[in-house]
Nanobody, 119 residues
Framework: VQLQASGGGLVQAGGSLRLSCAAS????????MGWFRQAPGKEREFVAR????????YYADSVKGRFTISRDNEKNTVFLQMNSLKPEDTAVYYC?????????????WGQGTLVTVSS
């Protein structure tokens, strides 16, 4: 499975961005999808995940209530709607696909898209 993330950019604090991750080369609906991020000088961290059908979602406490993950299995795409952005949300955001659905096991990763939030 190949994953291509897009939608990053520069936004002011309080603003919004919508990230997209297009999948190809596999059966998209078979994968649990997740978003992760890595800020400069920090380790990669989990942001959100969504079940295969899209009926179940899970978020890191730091983004709960501000970010929304969704997916379109017909278009093989997963989204991350980010609202009320804060400077501490600045990071490279990665999408990932998990065949097993295990929280710590992601088999495929996108290349990342940079989100910069200015204060």
């Amino acid at each position: 499975v190949q994953l291509q993330a897009s939608g990053g950019g520069l936004v002011q604090a309080g603003g919004s961005l919508r990230l997209s991750c297009a999948a190809s080369g596999g059966t998209f609906r078979r994968y649990v999808m997740g978003w992760f991020r890595q800020a400069p000088g920090k380790e990669r961290e989990f942001v959100a995940r969504i079940s295969r059908s899209g009926s179940s979602t899970y978020y890191a406490d730091s983004v709960k209530g501000r970010f929304t993950i969704s997916r379109d299995n017909e278009k093989n795409t997963v989204f991350l709607q980010m609202n009320s952005l804060k400077p501490e949300d600045t990071a490279v955001y990665y999408c990932a696909a998990s065949a097993t659905g295990s929280f710590g096991e992601y088999n495929y990763w996108g290349q990342g898209t940079l989100v910069t939030v200015s204060s």
